[in-house]
């Protein structure tokens, strides 16, 4: 079953290539695409229907009921804020609907404590022939980001 992957954040949808490190650049978690987000205080969205199987207050995964996790990252090396700046909203294990409201979150605050807001969102344990369709330019929370066969 082919499955769309919905932005998660409103901002500029790049290349992982384009993103501040290189595990992410280099595709080594998974394929997919990043969201350089707006500078605002934004609300991370599930980018897929499916369960929350993982949530971290930087970062969260969700599985579509056919098993494939989608994994959002919000900003690199945001781990290192332990929380700081991020508020949970979804519950771990909870049954989200694709655009259902996660993590709030302000890039711009993330930014101006030095570290990158760009967030990777990634196609775990997917090959890269089977993502096309990447989207580049503008994007709003729950637009189409790529395409996963």
């Known amino acids: ?41 934004q609300v991370a969205v599930a980018p897929i229907a499916g369960r929350l199987l993982k949530l971290k207050p930087h970062a969260f995964v969700v599985q579509s009921a056919d098993g494939r996790g989608v994994l959002v990252h919000l900003g690199i090396d945001t781990v290192n804020l332990e ?21 709030t979150w302000n890039p711009a605050e993330v930014e101006a404590g030095g570290l990158s807001p760009v967030s990777p969102v990634i196609a775990l344990d997917a090959e890269s022939a ?4 990447i989207v580049n330019g503008a994007v709003c929370a729950g637009d189409e980001l790529f395409h996963w066969r």
């Open 1 to 41: 079953m082919d499955i769309y992957i919905s932005s998660p954040l409103t901002g500029t949808a790049i290349g992982l290539t384009e993103v501040p490190d290189p595990v992410f650049a280099g595709s080594l978690v998974g394929p997919g695409a990043a969201v350089d987000p707006r500078r605002a205080p």
């Open 83 to 103: 929380g700081r700046g991020f508020e949970l909203i979804a519950i771990e294990g909870e049954l989200l609907r694709a655009g259902q409201p996660i993590v």
């Open 130 to 133: 089977a993502i096309d369709a």
